[in-house]
């Protein structure tokens, strides 16, 4: 029988398309087996789909849980802070400049304000994944991942992005759209609604 180690990783992610195109995941995340890091999911209009990490260390964790056409290591530096009353994420990460303008909370974030404590479990995310599934077109809880890995998404919180603007390569990446096409990292998407979730993730690796 197969045992497994289960990782946890405790922050935040943005998810937001672009009207050129391009699609963003950016995970920044505050307590991990790797410690605090941000990393930056990049799917490009061609469908090609590059991780931007800042080690080889996470590079090689985050590259055998999702899937990815390119790595490429680069500082990733997110700034958040709370300009006239709402937050802004400023994301530095090689070619990529991104500042996302985030919102209020979302209406669909009610049901997920009661999951905190012992309710932040593997249990919890397979139980709740039928919902999701109905819910949130993509968004998925609980499923397998890369290299025999299984990985469990539990949302605490959703707050809409109302704005992004920046450059991928000195180009302009337009305004915000749906992230759509769904960018196929994984076995789950981001909410197509452009959106930060604080989130805990829970990987089990085969031992």
Do not use: K
């Not at 398309?17 to 505050?30: A, D, K, L, P, Q």
């Amino acid at each position: 029988m197969t045992t497994y180690r289960r990782d946890r990783f405790d922050g935040y992610i943005a998810g937001a398309g672009s009207t050129s195109g391009r699609r963003f995941v950016v995970g920044v995340w505050e307590r991990s087996p790797l410690g605090a890091f941000a990393d930056v999911m990049v799917a490009h209009p061609d469908g090609c789909r590059e991780l931007l990490a800042p080690s080889e260390q996470v590079a090689e964790y985050v590259s055998g849980t999702y899937r990815f056409d390119g790595v490429t290591l680069v500082d990733v530096v997110v700034d958040r802070s709370v300009r006239d009353g709402g937050e802004r994420w400023v994301v530095q990460a090689g070619e990529l400049q991104l500042s996302l303008a985030v919102g209020g909370r979302l209406l669909l974030a009610t049901p997920l304000l009661p999951v905190r404590g012992p309710l932040v479990h593997p249990l919890t995310a397979r139980l709740i994944d039928p919902v999701a599934r109905r819910v949130m077109t993509g968004v998925r809880t609980s499923g397998t991942a890369g290299n025999g890995r299984r990985e469990h998404y539990l949302a605490q919180d959703l707050h809409a992005v109302e704005h992004i603007e920046g450059t991928w390569a000195g180009e302009p990446v337009g305004g915000l759209a749906d992230v759509a096409p769904e960018p196929n990292f994984g076995f789950s998407s981001t909410p197509r609604r452009p959106a930060v979730t604080r989130v805990t993730t829970f990987v089990e690796v085969p031992r």
